[in-house]
């Protein structure tokens, strides 16, 4: 058996990085027969013959998303814009609790600040406790800082369509020359470049994932955190768990609830409270026989 990590998956083929070079290959058929799919990230163990690789077994994840569909993350980068296209913080906050619930650290990369001198997103994300980042492909400005924050990590790139993704994976390592697209001042959306997920090696032993922009995929199939996890995958709400009235509290509607009495204290911003709501509503929906 050969062992290596799956850095690119496209049309049903799997090219891993193995010590002795990149191999293309097909996985065995159980995997499909099993319900597991191979991720970009995994690590692997292969065989060869004639050229050619067969995926044997994937080794034990230390985490993976299904949307991006990517597995042993160290880091995961978010970026958002206040710029066309604007970054709504629910979807903001909809990935970072999926990330959270994974325990992959998050960072907002908050792009375009040449186009927009707006401070919302930067002041929401700072006070609920997130490393934030401002950057610009076009200044240069933070992509020294997001550098060294990536640096020697297994890093996915993600975000909605438009928000610049692949310029600032090009700021970061010029010589890969990632398309990039137009952003539709009519939709107020990227025009979607990146058509799947690949592990691009940077200097410093650091992996970047260049991952398929919102618009390519449906919202509704991200990962959904369980309700009772939802909490937990708020940074912010951490400093008030465990101080409720009652020691089941949902943080919604139940009296002493001290994470509602924060909120009211402006120790937790509206919108951080507000995406908690819908999250859990949306956690509500799950039946027990879809997680089986």
């Known amino acids: 058996m050969i062992k290596g990590r799956i850095t690119k998956a496209i049309s049903g083929f799997y090219y891993v990085q193995t010590d002795s070079g990149l191999v293309e290959c097909k996985a065995r058929g159980r995997f499909r027969k099993d319900g597991v799919s191979p991720l970009v990230g995994d690590w692997v163990e292969i065989t060869r013959a004639n050229g050619k690789g067969v995926l044997e077994q994937i080794l034990p994840r230390k985490n993976c998303l299904v949307r991006p569909a990517v597995a042993n993350l160290d880091l995961l980068v978010l970026l958002v814009s206040e710029s066309i296209p604007v970054t709504e913080p629910y979807l903001i906050d909809r990935v970072t609790a999926i990330a959270g619930n994974q325990n992959i650290p998050a960072v907002i990369c908050v792009n375009k600040s040449d186009l927009s001198?707006?401070?919302?997103?930067?002041?929401?994300?700072?006070?609920?406790?997130?490393?934030?980042?401002?950057?610009?492909?076009?200044?240069?400005?933070?992509?020294?800082?997001?550098?060294?924050?990536?640096?020697?990590?297994?890093?996915?790139?993600?975000?909605?369509?438009?928000?610049?993704?692949?310029?600032?994976?090009?700021?970061?390592?010029?010589?890969?020359?990632?398309?990039?697209g137009e952003i539709s001042e009519?939709?107020?959306?990227?025009?979607?470049?990146?058509?799947?997920?690949?592990?691009?090696?940077?200097?410093?032993?650091?992996?970047?994932?260049?991952t398929p922009g919102f618009s390519s995929f449906d919202t509704d199939q991200m990962d959904v955190v369980l309700k009772e996890n939802l909490q937990y995958a708020f940074p912010d709400f951490e400093p008030f768990l465990g101080k409720c009235q009652f020691h089941d509290c949902a943080h919604r509607k139940e009296p002493?609830?001290?994470?509602?009495?924060?909120?009211?204290?402006?120790?937790?911003?509206?919108?951080?409270?507000?995406?908690?709501?819908?999250?859990?509503?949306?956690?509500?929906e799950i039946r027990p026989w879809e997680l089986k």
Request: proline share 3%.
């Open 256 to 284: 002493g609830c001290a994470v509602a009495q924060a909120l009211r204290e402006g120790k937790i911003e509206p919108t951080r409270y507000d995406s908690y709501l819908k999250l859990y509503e949306k956690a509500m």
């Open 186 to 210: 009519k939709l107020g959306r990227g025009r979607h470049t990146t058509r799947h997920i690949e592990l691009f090696l940077l200097p410093d032993d650091t992996y970047v994932a260049d």
């Open 117 to 180: 001198g707006e401070e919302r997103l930067v002041k929401i994300y700072t006070a609920a406790g997130y490393e934030v980042v401002r950057t610009s492909a076009v200044t240069g400005e933070g992509v020294d800082r997001l550098r060294e924050l990536i640096r020697g990590k297994v890093v996915a790139f993600t975000g909605n369509s438009g928000v610049g993704k692949s310029s600032i994976l090009n700021c970061l390592a010029p010589e890969l020359s990632v398309p990039t």
